[in-house]
């Protein structure tokens, strides 16, 4: 559905009291994926690494200065027009709809650009605004919609023309904690039951880890890591937390190579290192202490990242 084949952006930047010095700013320096039909993909980075210039590439809006992207057969950047029949795109920070336009009109307006056939518009529409639940506000002028509302409104408008391939950018950003729920649900029907392709950008980690098996991180224009979500835990080596609730408050246990993150009256989290068996962790803490509850969890996908981001490299080949 995309193949990209070592891709790169270059910005020239003038700066200095005439503009005249001009520095070149690496984008995106050389990056190839491919995305199958079907996938759910993430794609992170911390601000400035190159995903937005990735997108705008996918989506024609950019041209590359090297390398070939082809998106749904197409060459994003001379195919723009045909691209955008199969491809629904939707960022986060801006809006596609008619501010002062009810939600309905700018959804009517959408299918005469995309030439929507009027029967199959009111079939598609019925069933979007099913699924993200619009009708409440489908006659509300989009400038008086809440920010969760106006982005379930620009998900059916990037959906309406019904494309394989769903490019979202920052799709959570802002959003209350349900109306972020409401959007992953939505997501994860769309890919499951639709088999809607969706590449997905976010810094909300909380998507990826609800959304997608494959994650890709793109650090300083260079992808840093492109794979599964649980391997990349386990190849940064990020530790595991063992959380002990004491039948009585204790000072901090002692166990060879555990170390003590945090102590709350009873409970105690201990950092387990990577490769440590953690089943013998707690075989020798039943041994030495009267315990009332037990837990391990696995790093957050937080702490992963910030791992990863810090080492300025890649977990290493797949
Ligand atoms: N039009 C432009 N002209 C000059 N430099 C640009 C332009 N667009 C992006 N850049 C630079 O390219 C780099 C990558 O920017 P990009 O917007 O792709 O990052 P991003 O990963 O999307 O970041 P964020 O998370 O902050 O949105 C940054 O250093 C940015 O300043």
């Not at 629904?88 to 002062?100: E, I, K, N, P």
């Not at 619009?134 to 509300?140: D, I, S, V």
């Not at 009585?248 to 409970?267: F, M, S």
Request: hydrophobic share 40%.
């Amino acid at each position: 559905m995309i193949e990209v084949r070592d891709i790169r952006k270059t910005f020239t930047v003038r700066s200095g009291l005439l503009r005249r010095t001009r520095t070149a700013v690496r984008a995106v320096d050389g990056v190839s994926f491919t995305v199958r039909e079907g996938e759910f993909v993430g794609y992170l980075g911390s601000n400035g690494a190159g995903k937005s210039t990735t997108i705008k590439m996918l989506t024609g809006i950019l041209t590359p200065t090297s390398g070939s992207v082809r998106v749904a057969g197409l060459d994003p950047s001379r195919r723009r027009t045909a691209l955008a029949r199969r491809i629904g795109v939707v960022f986060g920070q801006r809006t596609t709809l008619w501010w002062d336009l009810p939600l309905r009109d700018s959804l009517t307006l959408i299918r005469h650009l995309y030439r929507v056939d009027a029967g199959e518009h009111r079939r598609r529409l019925e069933e979007l605004t099913g699924l993200l639940d619009l009708g409440p506000f489908l006659a509300t002028p989009v400038r008086q919609l809440s920010l969760g509302q106006r982005m379930r409104g620009d998900l059916a408008a990037a959906l309406l023309h019904d494309p394989p391939l769903l490019v979202l950018d920052e799709p959570t950003i802002g959003l209350d904690v349900v109306s972020k729920a409401t959007v992953r649900g939505f997501l994860e029907r769309l890919n499951a039951e639709r088999g809607t392709t969706i590449l997905l950008t976010t810094h909300d980690l909380g998507d990826i880890e609800r959304l997608c098996r494959r994650v890709m991180i793109i650090d300083r224009g260079r992808l840093a890591y492109d794979g599964d979500l649980d391997r990349l835990r386990a190849s940064v080596a990020a530790d595991r937390m063992l959380v002990v609730d004491l039948v009585r408050p204790a000072p901090p246990v002692q166990l060879d190579g555990v170390g003590v993150e945090r102590v709350d009256g009873p409970r105690q989290w201990l950092r387990v290192p990577r490769g440590m068996n953690a089943a013998a962790v707690v075989a020798a803490l039943a041994r030495r202490y009267e315990i009332a509850d037990i837990a391990l969890r696995e790093p957050d996908i937080e702490e992963v990242v910030t791992r990863l981001y810090r080492r300025g490299g890649s977990p290493g080949p797949e």
